[in-house]
């Protein structure tokens, strides 16, 4: 099923372009250019909505900024005798219009990305509204409702194409943008994508910028939009703002959505479909909100996932095979360099009017484990979210390795060799337990869109390493046999060890464990404690956020004890088992004195 | 200025129906972070329905207001049930696209029912201009905005001072907890959307006679709404009420003064920008993230 799932766009393929040859008649032949022009824009969009996670719904508009873009750069050339005889003017105009259109992308990206899911989705409406309104007024320019008429048909040389040639054309663009579809997806760039959708803070902590993230994928996603534009303008010689109603948005996210979000031929199946479906039916020309409408509502009801989401692996619970005994080995040289030291220098929080954190001072020596304990709402967890950068200080400062640690991020932090693990896990749905580990181990190698399109997805060298490392950090953790198993159908103490292999993917310093051993059983408490030894045995700092004493008191050097914001304790496991406070925090005063 | 002050009264009247529509968006987002992408066809349909019946069936309009208004509370109820419900329960954010469908639904069934030509509404309190000062306002925008610092005031004290609204509130900031404590979740979110709806449905009563009846009366009207919410911050009530009518003054001043053409596409490009420096909006609180 599988396969087919992935052989069919190209038979579909195929088949579009025998099809002139069967098929007569220019009407069938526009119709083609048309579901080739869309699928482009619907490419472009699942790469944004199905992969990434968001939602525009501001699509037309970006697909007029190409269209407007290149009609009347070529109008504007066309009468002159150098582009008349190279054709180079439609070319130019294509290239500008797709350039037009990611700026424009990337105009909106900055401020509608600091916001996520609906808040995007509506932004991107109102944004589709300001320039349906600009083409409508600027009359000098876009011609007002009349639109631009007279574009320069599209020429190769001096050759002006036919419709059946152009189809070809725009054929081949189409093929072309589901191949840059995939390696984009395949890459380590798309990995983050996807990982992203599923988690944001997850994909923070292993020091990937998520704004950053957000506004290139959207940028790349609107030069697909102005490119499909650029090529509807030269398909059609004509473009009016009621080309690029906000209706057409709804559609390109109703192709996706119909043909299967974050499947690589989702778009090609959704295009096809919903752009033919209307031509069946035309004498419902009346009812088409009606049609659309529910075509939505049926598809989401009946169809989550999509025609294509039919042909997913299922999602049963893998059944690998098992490393008896973790590579001892395998922790050798994870550690970047020798653990780092930490000091919280009367570090304060409050939020509204209470203070979670107050004047708390601790010195963490380098290569300890040093665990950090007190009851439930001490501010052990806002203490980590401090150290790394996920919240700013009231006060006080933080040292790492005797300088001031300066972060603003939760990705900043990790990228300076602070990682951490989550008290609620965090990890990117059906994605990999390989997949997991290597989203952090390639987050460091800087590999980014463009390096996606050269590299061509899988493979290389760099790759291979990456792979080979993040195996190393799996079976370090125990999960040595689970590396093709999705996450989501892990056991719930994997699903923690997994966290603690993705943070060792960003080779920390110093390694926050956010409780760690919660809600896992006595022989997963075990060999968690087992695998911390080994993580210090390499040398890195570790912070042990727990509420399970013998696992505490087994691993730790040094043991700092909170409540109410405070330090109230700290000494060797020995020492703090015997304090007064430490006793009275825990069970309350009356048993102090027993 | 006295043109000044003209243009600014009858822009506050519009701007109290903007606040009371982009209300409706903040008391869904506020209990359950689901949104009504098609609150502005909600408006429509609540609009139509006057239309329909005050001029077609000559229904005294107080009866027609709270017809209008229970329609469309139930109409939500059901609405809720069928296209939020199922997908809030899978965590999934494609409510979007299906409220959206329910909106396309409506603007198409409202094409086949009344016709898509603009219709005139004629106000119940007649069309003599009231004259206050250096103003003439019609009864309609006097109306309009009495019934808008009513329905806020209401609101305020519904949230602040009874235990339902407390209970709204509690469901906003957890609904796992608040279900602990005993508070139907489950009531909470149908019955605010549905409340939404038919706040919806009071603005389409209030606004056809100032517009006209027709089926894109509402794409826009719900567009500037959400606008103003998120200008304002969407879980900030008052905060709506205020950028609401200042909103609508601007954009009387805007139209008055400069070209009706550019109205929208500054209101619009104001909101983009307010996100940029400020995505909590004026009003609201700065959200805190929990890791």
Known sequence: MRRLGRGLPWLLLLLASLAPLLVEGTYFRYLGIIVFIYGIVAVGLNVLAGYAGQFSLGHAALMAMGAYSTAILSKALAPLPFFAATGLHIWLGIVLGTCVAAAFGALL??????????????????????????????????????????????????????????????????????VLQRRIVESPFGMRLRAMKH????????????????????????????????????????????????????????????????????????????????????????????????????????????????????????????????????????????????????????????????????????????????????????????????????????????APLNVSSMDGAARLGIARTFQTIKLFGEMTVLEHVLVGVSSSSRAGFWSALLSGGRGGPKQDGDIATARELIRCVGLGGYEEVPASTLAYGHRRLLEIARALAVKPRVLLLDEPAAGLVAEEIAALGAVIRRLKNTGMTIVLVEHHMDLVIKVSDRITVVDHGTVIAEGSPADVQRDARVVAAYLGPSHVAA | MSFFLQIAASGIATGAIYGLIAVGYSLTFTTTKVLNFALGMWVMLGGMITYSL????????????????????????????????????????????????????MIDFAEIIWGRSPTPVPSFLGNRPVVIGPLSLLP??????????????????????????????????????????????????????????????????????????????????????????????LGAPRGILICGLVYGALEALISGYLYTGVRDILGFSLMILALFLKPEGIFGKPIEERA
């Not at chain 2, 209008?68 to 049930?81: D, S, T």
């Not at chain 2, 899978?90 to 909106?103: E, F, H, N, Q, Y």
């Open chain 1, 109 to 178: 990206a900055f401020p509608a990305l600091r916001v996520r899911g609906p808040y995007l989705a509506m932004v991107t409406i109102a944004f589709g509204w300001v320039i349906f309104k600009i083409l409508q007024e600027w009359v000098s320019v876009t011609g007002g409702d009349l639109g631009l008429a007279s574009i320069p048909k599209a020429q190769i040389g001096p050759w002006e194409l036919s419709t059946r040639e152009y189809y070809y054309v725009v054929l081949a663009f189409f093929a072309l943008s589901l």
């Open chain 1, 199 to 402: 988690s944001e803070i997850g994909i923070a902590s292993v020091g990937i910028n998520v704004y950053r993230l957000k506004v290139t994928v959207f940028i790349v996603s609107a030069a697909f939009a102005g490119f499909g534009g650029a090529l509807f303008a030269h398909q059609q010689n004509y473009v009016s703002p009621d080309n690029f109603q906000f209706f057409s948005s709804v559609f390109f996210l109703l192709a996706i959505l119909f043909g299967g979000a974050g499947t690589l031929s989702g778009p090609v199946i959704g295009a096809a479909v919903l752009t033919l479906l209307p031509e069946f039916l035309h004498d419902f020309d009346k009812y088409r909100l009606i049609v659309y409408g529910s075509f939505i509502l049926l598809t989401l009801y009946f169809l989550p996932n999509g025609v294509m989401g039919m042909f997913r692996r299922p999602q049963g619970r893998a059944t690998p095979k098992i490393d008896a005994e973790p590579a001892q080995d395998a922790s050798r040289d994870m550690a970047a360099s020798r653990g780092a030291s930490l000091e919280l220098r009367a570090i304060s929080r409050t939020f509204g009017g209470v203070a979670a954190v107050r004047e708390a001072s601790f010195k963490i020596e380098a290569g300890a484990v040093h665990a950090l304990i007190g009851p439930n709402g001490a501010g052990k967890t806002t203490i980590i979210n401090l150290i790394t950068g996920f919240y700013r200080a009231s006060s006080g400062e933080i040292l790492l390795d005797g």
């Open chain 2, 54 to 105: 005050v001029v077609q069936h000559h229904v005294p309009a107080l009866i027609v207001l709270p017809l209008v208004m229970a329609a469309l509370f139930l109409l939500g109820v059901v609405a809720e049930r069928f296209t939020v419900l199922p997908f809030l329960r899978a965590g999934s954010d494609v409510w979007v696209m299906t409220t959206l469908g329910v909106g396309l639904l």
């Open chain 2, 140 to 233: 309609q925008q006097i109306f309009i905005i009495a019934v808008a610092c009513v329905v806020f005031v209401a609101l305020d004290y519904f949230y602040r001072r009874t235990l339902t609204g407390k209970a709204f509130r509690a469901v906003a900031h957890s609904g796992e907890v608040s279900s602990l404590m005993g508070i139907n979740t489950r009531w909470v979110q149908r019955t605010s959307y549905a409340a939404a709806a038919a706040l919806a449905g009071l603005a389409g009563f209030m606004v056809v006679p100032l517009t006209l009846a027709e089926p894109q009366l509402g794409t826009v009207l719900g567009l500037k709404a959400f606008a103003i919410a998120i200008i304002a911050g």
